[in-house]
T-cell receptor, first 111, second 111 residues
Framework: KQEVTQIPAALSVPEGENLVLNCSFT??????LQWFRQDPGKGLTSLLL?????REQTSGRLNASLDKSSGRSTLYIAASQPGDSATYLC??????????FGGGTRVLVKP | NAGVTQTPKFRVLKTGQSMTLLCAQD?????MYWYRQDPGMGLRLIHY???????AKGEVPDGYNVSRLKKQNFLLGLESAAPSQTSVYFC??????????FGPGTRLTVL
């Protein structure tokens, strides 16, 4: 059974610092890995999707890497802003096209 | 496009009552999903559908039923609500192994 872990569970940084969010998964047989953002009381917004054949994906200040063999992905957010405060979730798309989610990392960027 | 919409946004039930949550998508997606999100448990897949007229069980299907009579709609039913079903319910849709798009969620409280 696929298990996805996100460490740390919470993170607080001053504005301007780079954010590094980690995600690990136990089964490397995946189609892709997605990173989502969730604001309090809201739904999930897709940030990046990395196919299993890719090593990284970039969108603006966001960069996500994937090392399938070691079961790890990292989301980097450059030059953090208070508006980046949210919970970030990673999800692995495996057998049957079903997502398995990590528990999320709650990020607070202090002005 | 409205994307993925969910009805209702909030609901309070008494133990033993029944209700149906409606999910609608206007992106012509084949795949649709129902998740629940609980503190400390992350998002877990309840049921999903790979096309009109099909349904399948996810990780936590007990106490729920689903139907996909039309491609754009996916219904989640609770026949006899229990306090353990107090949660936030999210619907999502997608194409094959592509990004999943999430609705805004339904907050359900069972007393």
């Amino acid at each position: 059974k696929q298990e996805v872990t996100q460490i740390p569970a919470a993170l607080s940084v001053p504005e301007g610092e780079n954010l590094v969010l980690n995600c690990s998964f136990t089964d490397s047989a995946i189609y892709n890995l997605q990173w989502f953002r969730q604001d309090p009381g809201k739904g999930l917004t897709s940030l990046l999707l990395i196919q299993s054949s890719q090593r990284e994906q970039t969108s603006g200040r966001l960069n996500a890497s994937l090392d399938k063999s070691s079961g790890r992905s990292t989301l980097y957010i450059a030059a953090s802003q208070p508006g980046d405060s949210a919970t970030y979730l990673c999800a692995v798309n495996g057998a049957g096209n079903k997502l398995t989610f990590g528990g999320g990392t709650r990020v607070l960027v202090k002005p | 496009n409205a994307g993925v919409t969910q009805t209702p946004k909030f609901r309070v039930l008494k133990t033993g009552q029944s209700m149906t949550l409606l999910c609608a998508q206007d992106m012509n997606h084949e795949y649709m999903y129902w998740y629940r999100q609980d503190p400390g448990m992350g998002l877990r897949l309840i049921h999903y559908s790979v096309g009109e007229g099909t349904t399948a069980k996810g990780e936590v299907p007990d106490g729920y039923n689903v139907s996909r009579l039309k491609k754009q709609n996916f219904l989640l039913g609770l026949e006899s609500a229990a306090p353990s079903q107090t949660s936030v319910y999210f619907c999502a849709s997608g194409r094959d192994t592509d990004t999943q798009y999430f609705g805004p969620g339904t907050r359900l409280t069972v007393l």
